[in-house]
């Protein structure tokens, strides 16, 4: 289910970003009658919220979780959408791509090391994280599809809504998950070392000493018996 989670909403975001958005950039800039540079400092804003998150987040990820900034990544993700279906003027789809730059960096970077510690494995981590790339390069072919069957003139606000409401999909299902990353976890299934080690302070013992020569000699001498009537013999 994790991989199914992280599939749909990595194949959202790319439906919006890299479909949707492109698809119906012309429409949109008829509508709200901006100039092309305003179009294009939309796809700027995005990058540059994206970039200034990408830093802190680790961070955050430590304090809170990954999986708990994944789902707030869908959850920015989905309103930024929503906010950008409703726009009413320039300055509403400034925030909207604000927003996106922000939930779209949670999930690209907390992705990979995610699937590596949750599999235990690098090999199916990486694996599985090319079938992740594989479904988001597939929403992105769906919304151009999607776009170009419906029109951009009458539709763009509809799918824009449908794709922000799609992100709660992979937040419930990474809720029913649960944390999927505690403390010790990379550990769970890690060989017990507690009685392999030696134990260095009888090593170290002054008792555990080598036998001298004369002790060593004397253990090898033969033993003598004795006789009551005769003494040791």
Known sequence: MLISALSIQYALNGAVQTGLFPATLSHV???????HTAMSGLVAIYDAFQMITSVVVPHFADLHGMDSMIKLGALVCGLGTLVYALSMGYWMLTISQMLNGVG???????CPPMLNRALQCRRRGAFFLSVVYGVCSLGVVVAYLVAGILGPADTWRGLF????IGFVIPILMLQKIGPILTNGVANKNAPSTRNSSPNLSKLSSPTQEQPTAEAAAREMSPKKEYDPAFGAQ
């Open 29 to 35: 800039q008829d509508v709200f009658g901006v100039s």
């Open 104 to 110: 779209s960096a949670c999930l690209i970077v907390l």
């Open 161 to 164: 809504g449908v794709a922000g």
